[in-house]
């Protein structure tokens, strides 16, 4: 199986987007593993897949609903109670978009 050549500068940029903080020291042992997962990759792609259905997942199960019925709802006064911040009857998160880093390019 041949190995793709990954460079550490692609292996950086890639950890970069997945928001991974890495060390130097890794950067050279990871891209020998990135490239011989891609090298499997390809192998992968030489396989004839002609005449095999394409399917969801391995096993033959489908999805099973119940009907969609109306029920009582937990009132809003127990709903916030487990909430470690509220302001009713909203629950209080912290930001996530928006930030330094996101506008970062």
């Not at 030489?46 to 399917?55: L, N, T």
């Amino acid at each position: 199986m041949s190995q793709n050549s990954i460079t550490p500068d692609e292996v950086r940029h890639v950890a970069k987007l997945a928001r991974l903080a890495l060390p130097d020291e890794k950067l050279a042992e990871l891209s020998g593993q990135l490239g011989a997962i891609l090298g499997y990759i390809g192998k992968l792609s030489e396989v004839d897949v002609s005449g095999v259905e394409a399917m969801a997942h391995a096993s033959g199960l489908v999805n099973v609903l119940r009907e969609d019925e109306v029920r009582p709802s937990l009132p809003l006064e127990k709903v916030l109670a487990n909430a470690p911040e509220a302001d009713p009857p909203y629950f209080k998160v912290p930001k996530v978009l928006g930030g330094d880093e996101d506008s970062a390019g």
